[in-house]
């Protein structure tokens, strides 16, 4: 499956976080961290598109955010291109539509509009259903037209709501059509739309909430390494995992899905 990664360059010292203070990212560990997740993700079968780092843009590493391509197992018949909720982060998106609309050429393409906002974040696809979160970064109205726009390709959508977090994302993601991974507050968001009925749960700690942030291709599951209970829970459930020292990408409220784009 080809993923489109995008390295940090040196102005991801300065990325968007409420976890960290002033100047305490590092951007050159912050690379080191990035290429051995990428020698992960072309370990688990993926085709790597590289775009080269972008010195002005902070965040342009979190590519997730930025496009949607459905369906999510390909062939790719929509691409989606965001309006993040961050206004400085919205000269990140025509790098990656870019290379997107090249690798599905014959995809319908639908952006999303003022005042709508989207961030890739909040927007988990599970068979034929899509929770978008309702959160800080996406609004009513881009999950409105995400919504409208899927819905030719027989997607249900349903609007959960995000408190205290970044992301829906961020503490709930999907293991495949019928299993979730995710803390107590991620399925909640869910269950207030009546998202995930039906659905295996793999339950985390709230402490462990980094862990939520999972990413699945085939059944191999890459997530951020110093979570042992987390990791244990995923291997009982039969997936290969690949833990990743990726902390400084955490400090900047990301995790492994943040850092990819699937076109397939």
């Known amino acids: 499956m080809p993923v489109i990664v995008r390295p940090p360059g040196d102005a991801f010292r300065s990325a968007l976080s409420d976890h960290h203070g002033p100047s305490t990212l590092d951007p050159e560990r912050a690379r080191r961290q990035h290429a051995a997740f990428v020698a992960a993700l072309e370990s688990a079968g993926a085709r790597i598109e590289r775009l080269p780092p972008d010195p002005d843009l902070p965040d ?34 025509a790098a990656v539509a870019a290379r997107a609309r090249a ?10 509009r003022e005042p709508g906002t989207l961030d890739g974040g909040d927007v988990i696809c599970f068979g034929d259903r899509v929770a978008v979160g309702l959160s800080a970064r996406t609004n009513r109205e ?6 409208e726009a899927i819905l030719p390709l027989g997607y249900r959508a349903f609007l959960c709501p995000v408190q205290g977090r970044l992301h829906l994302a961020t503490a709930v993601t999907s293991l495949g059509r019928n299993r979730m991974v995710g803390t107590p507050a ?6 207030a739309a009546g998202a995930a009925e039906g659905i295996e749960r793999l339950v985390l700690r709230p402490d462990e ?25 995923l ?21 492994p899905t943040c850092l990819v784009a699937h076109v397939p």
């Not at 881009?142 to 919504?147: D, E, I, K, M």
């Open 60 to 93: 342009a590493t979190f590519v997730s955010d930025t496009l949607l391509a459905f369906p999510p197992e390909g062939p790719t018949r929509l691409l989606v291109i965001t309006r993040p909720g961050a206004p400085s982060r919205r000269a990140e998106v």
């Open 103 to 112: 690798l599905a050429p014959d995809a319908r393409v639908v952006e999303i």
């Open 142 to 147: 881009g999950a409105g037209q995400l919504a």
């Open 186 to 191: 991620g399925f909640e968001s869910l269950d």
């Open 209 to 233: 909430q980094p862990a939520a942030n999972v990413l699945a291709l085939g059944d191999h599951c890459l997530m951020v390494s110093g979570h042992p209970r987390a990791a244990d829970l």
């Open 235 to 255: 291997r009982g459930a039969g997936h290969a995992v690949l833990e990743l020292e990726l902390d400084e990408f955490v400090r900047a409220d990301g995790g």
